[in-house]
């Protein structure tokens, strides 16, 4: 089982930045994909960005592609998701993910393991 410690999340006005990360330990980290999933008040959980073991593969939801940048650190155990240009609509509970394999996927039944989760709040 993994367990997490997720950071960076708070309030920013449109346009701002927000960078998360996630520290993990329990499972050697370089074994598997990581993620960040997002859900909004009164919706579903979605999926924002994954990235495969290594590094090599990155996938983004189309609402969050060329605003958004996911990264790791496997020296660090370490998982990022860099948020630039950050609309009202970005607002959520976000959550890191571990993967079940060491490719990366972008529905919730790829992973196994996942964070408690930290609020990104955007507005005026």
């Known amino acids: 089982q993994v367990q997490f410690v997720e950071s960076g999340g708070g309030w920013v006005q449109p346009g701002g930045s927000l960078r998360l990360s996630c520290l993990t330990s329990?499972?050697?980290?370089?074994?598997?994909?990581m993620a960040w999933f997002r859900q909004a008040p009164g919706k579903e959980r979605e999926f924002v960005a994954c990235?495969?073991?290594?590094?090599?593969?990155?996938n983004y939801a189309d609402s969050v592609k060329g605003r958004f940048t996911i990264s790791r650190d496997n020296a660090k155990n370490t998982v990022s998701l860099q948020m630039n240009g950050l609309k009202v609509e970005d607002t959520a509970v976000y959550y890191c993910?571990?993967?079940?394999?060491?490719?990366?996927?972008?529905?919730?039944?790829?992973?196994?393991?996942w964070g408690q989760g930290t609020q990104v709040t955007v507005s005026s």
């Open positions: 990235i495969s073991w290594n590094g090599g593969t990155r």
């Open positions: 993910a571990a993967g079940r394999t060491a490719w990366s996927g972008t529905s919730q039944a790829d992973y196994s393991d």
């Open positions: 329990g499972r050697f980290f370089s074994n598997y994909g």
